[in-house]
RNA sequence: GCCCCCAUCGUCUAGUGGUUAGGACACGGGCCUUUCAAGCCCGCGACAGGGGUUCGAAUCCCCUUGGGGGUACCA
C-alpha cells in the first residue's frame, strides 16, 4: 500500500496533524506499503518557509520517517508541489480539451459582489456559471484582450455523485449542491482539488488518510478522478481533533480552559518534555484503539494490529490528562542514566549551567532517581532540583513558617534543627540510611513525630515545602552545605521569635 | 441560510440484536508514608430525546435535539 501524508506549509505542525500522519504511517507500516511525504505549497501568499523544516522535525521526533519525500527522494520525485506546475499546468489542459473544465475570466472583485448579493438574499453562495456559458466569439475575445483567467472544473448541473469514505461508508450529494471549483489559479498554481488528485494518482497513492474537512469536497475529487478516467485512491477520512473545551477544530493558539494552558503545536510538547514514546501511544488511541485493556504497548505491536477499517469517525478532543499520565509512565520506564540523560538539555537552559558540566554533577546522580517517579514532564524537573544547585545564602525563605515542624512553634523548631545539626556534624558515612536512623532516634528521644523532626530541615534545605526525599537530599548537597542551611533556618526562625 | 458528517461515564474509548454496558485518565475515599509523588484497594459516573422494526435493542430505521465540518483564485 502507499499512503501519503500531504502538509501545507503554512506554520507549525500541530497534534491535529501529527496524529493523520501517524495514522499514515501505522497503515503503511502495518500493510509493509511505503508512507510517502508530499508538500503541498501551492499556496503563495500563505506559505511560511521555516515551517517545512520544523514540520520535518516534529515528523522525526515522533520516529514516522518517512520512505519518499523531499529530502530523501523517490520513485516520483519532485515532491513538494510547486516544483511540479508544469504537471499540474499539462493536466488541466488536458481537462480543458476534454471540455471537462473551461476557462473562467471573472475578476475577483465580480466574484466578491456576487457572493454578497448572494448572501443578502439569503441565496445559496456559489459562482453564477457566467464564463461556462461564453461563445467561442466572447472566449476569443477575452484571450485577445489578455484577461487574466483561472481553469475551473465543469461540474454536472443535474444528477448526483457517489463516493465512499471507508469509515463511514457511501456518501451521495446532488451535483446541485456543487460548484465550479477553481482546478488553476491565475497565477498557474493548482488549487488542491487539482494538484492533490494528479499526485495521488501519479504517486500511485493507494489510501488517503486525511482531516474530515475535506468530507464535503471529496465529490469534486471523485468528478475530477472521473474527468480524468482515473479510479480515485481509498478515501478515509480523519475525525477532527477539537479544542480542549470540545468546541470547534483545535487551533494552533494555546488554548486556556478553566485557568489551565493547552498547548496544540509540536514543537511546544517537545520543548515541555513530552516523551515521542508517550506521544506515540497517545495519538494512537485518539480515534483508534489498540486494546480496551491495554493502555500502555509498544510502537510494534501498534503497528501490527492497527487497521483503519476501524477508525472512529466521532470527533474527539485530546485527553491532556491523560497524556500527562501516560508521559509520566513512560520517564518511569527509562533508567535513572537515560533520564539523566533527556534531562540535561533542559536543565541545563533552566539552571544555565553548561551540559558537560551538569552531566558530570554528582548531585544530579543522586536526585534524578529520587525525582523520576515525581515527574510528568521533563520540564518540571527543575522545579524539584533548583535549590541544590544554588548557594546556600540563595536559598530564599518566602515563607518562613515553613521552617516550622507540625505542631511546633519556632524555637522548638529551632531546637530541632539544633539538635540534627550536632548529628549531622559527626555522622559516619554521611549517607542517607545513617543520617536517616540518626534522626529517628532523636525524634525519639526529643519525644516529636518523625515527620514534625524532619519538616524544619527539609525547608532550611529547599526553602520549600514539597521537596524529594530528604536523606537523599542532604547527600547530594553534602554535610558542610547542609550545615549552612540548617544555619540559615535558624536565623530565619529566630527572626519570628 | 444551504449541504455533509457525527452522537456510550467530565474526557479518551470497548461494545456490531440477548453484557449486572467493560477499561483508562480525571475525580472522591482508604492503605502505604519523612513532604510530594509513585504503588495497591474501593467508590462515583454514560447509551441525548422521541417514535418505530423485533420475542428482545447502546447496537437496525425515521424524526427531533445537540455538536462538528464545509460553503475561497486556502489547504
Known amino acids: 500500500m502507499r499512503v501519503r501524508f500531504a502538509p501545507s506549509p503554512t506554520g507549525e505542525l500541530h497534534l491535529g496533524g501529527l496524529r493523520t500522519a501517524l495514522f499514515d504511517y501505522l497503515w503503511a507500516k502495518h500493510t509493509g506499503g511505503t508512507f510517502i511525504l508530499r508538500i503541498e505549497d501551492t499556496d503563495q501568499k500563505r506559505y511560511d518557509a521555516k515551517s517545512l523544516e520544523s514540520l520535518m522535525r516534529g515528523l522525526r521526533w515522533l520516529g514516522l520517517e518517512w520512505d519518499e519525500g523531499p529530502d530523501v527522494g523517490g520513485p516520483h520525485a519532485p515532491y513538494i508541489q510547486t516544483e511540479r506546475a508544469a504537471i499540474y499546468q499539462q493536466h488541466a489542459e488536458m481537462l480543458l480539451e476534454k471540455g471537462a473544465a473551461y476557462r473562467c475570466y471573472c475578476t475577483a472583485e465580480r466574484l466578491d459582489e456576487m457572493r454578497e448579493e448572494q448572501r443578502r438574499t439569503n441565496q445559496t453562495t456559489g459562482y453564477d456559471r457566467r464564463c461556462r456559458h461564453l461563445s467561442p466569439t466572447e472566449r476569443a475575445?477575452?484571450?485577445?484582450?489578455?484577461?487574466?483567467?483561472?481553469?475551473?472544473?465543469?461540474?454536472?448541473?443535474?444528477?448526483?455523485?457517489?463516493?465512499?469514505?471507508?469509515?463511514?461508508?457511501?456518501?451521495?450529494?446532488?451535483?446541485?449542491?456543487?460548484?465550479?471549483?477553481?482546478?488553476?489559479?491565475?497565477?498557474?498554481?493548482?488549487?488542491?482539488?487539482?494538484?492533490?488528485?494528479?499526485?495521488?494518482?501519479?504517486?500511485?497513492?493507494?489510501?488517503?488518510?486525511?482531516?474530515?474537512?475535506?468530507?464535503?469536497?471529496?465529490?469534486?475529487?471523485?468528478?475530477?478522478?472521473?474527468?480524468?478516467?482515473?479510479?480515485?485512491?481509498?478515501?478515509?477520512?480523519?475525525?477532527?481533533?477539537?479544542?480542549?473545551?470540545?468546541?470547534?477544530?483545535?487551533s494552533k493558539r494555546k488554548k486556556v480552559v478553566e485557568g489551565k494552558e493547552y498547548l496544540a503545536l509540536v514543537h511546544e510538547f517537545i520543548s515541555a518534555g513530552y516523551l515521542p514514546d508517550a506521544m506515540f501511544n497517545f495519538l494512537t488511541n485518539v480515534g483508534w484503539n489498540y486494546d480496551p485493556a491495554v493502555e500502555i504497548f509498544e510502537r510494534e505491536e501498534a503497528i501490527e494490529r492497527f487497521d483503519i477499517s476501524q477508525i472512529n469517525p466521532k470527533a474527539a478532543a485530546l485527553p491532556y490528562d491523560k497524556l500527562d499520565w501516560l508521559n509520566g509512565q513512560y520517564i518511569r520506564q527509562l533508567t535513572p542514566t537515560a533520564l539523566k540523560e533527556q534531562l540535561v538539555p533542559i536543565l541545563s537552559k533552566q539552571l544555565k549551567i553548561a551540559p558537560a558540566k551538569l552531566l558530570a554533577d554528582n548531585r544530579l546522580d543522586i536526585l534524578v532517581p529520587q525525582i523520576q517517579e515525581r515527574l510528568k514532564r521533563l520540564d518540571e524537573a527543575v522545579e524539584w532540583i533548583d535549590w541544590a544547585f544554588k548557594d546556600a545564602d540563595e536559598i530564599v525563605y518566602d515563607d518562613p513558617s515553613l521552617l516550622l515542624g507540625r505542631k511546633l512553634d519556632a524555637a522548638q523548631s529551632i531546637a530541632v534543627l539544633e539538635d540534627g545539626a550536632a548529628v549531622l556534624r559527626t555522622i559516619e558515612p554521611f549517607l542517607p540510611d545513617e543520617i536517616q536512623a540518626a534522626f529517628r532516634e532523636r525524634a525519639d528521644a526529643l519525644d516529636v513525630k518523625a515527620g514534625g523532626y524532619f519538616g524544619p530541615f527539609r525547608a532550611a534545605i529547599s526553602g520549600k515545602k514539597v521537596s524529594p526525599p530528604l536523606f537523599e537530599s542532604m547527600q547530594a548537597l553534602g554535610r558542610d552545605e547542609v550545615l549552612r542551611r540548617v544555619q540559615r533556618g535558624v536565623e530565619e526562625l529566630a527572626k519570628m521569635g
Open 141 to 250: 475575445e477575452r484571450e485577445a484582450a489578455g484577461l487574466s483567467s483561472v481553469v475551473r472544473l465543469a461540474v454536472p448541473t443535474e444528477g448526483k455523485t457517489t463516493f465512499t469514505d471507508l469509515i463511514r461508508g457511501d456518501i451521495t450529494v446532488d451535483n446541485r449542491q456543487l460548484q465550479d471549483e477553481v482546478l488553476l489559479k491565475s497565477d498557474g498554481l493548482p488549487t488542491y482539488h487539482l494538484a492533490a488528485m494528479v499526485d495521488d494518482h501519479l504517486m500511485e497513492i493507494s489510501h488517503v488518510l486525511r482531516g474530515e474537512e475535506w468530507l464535503s469536497t471529496a465529490p469534486i475529487h471523485k468528478l475530477v478522478a472521473e474527468a480524468f478516467g482515473w479510479e480515485l485512491p481509498v478515501l478515509v477520512h480523519l475525525p477532527v481533533i477539537l479544542d480542549p473545551s470540545g468546541k470547534g477544530k483545535m
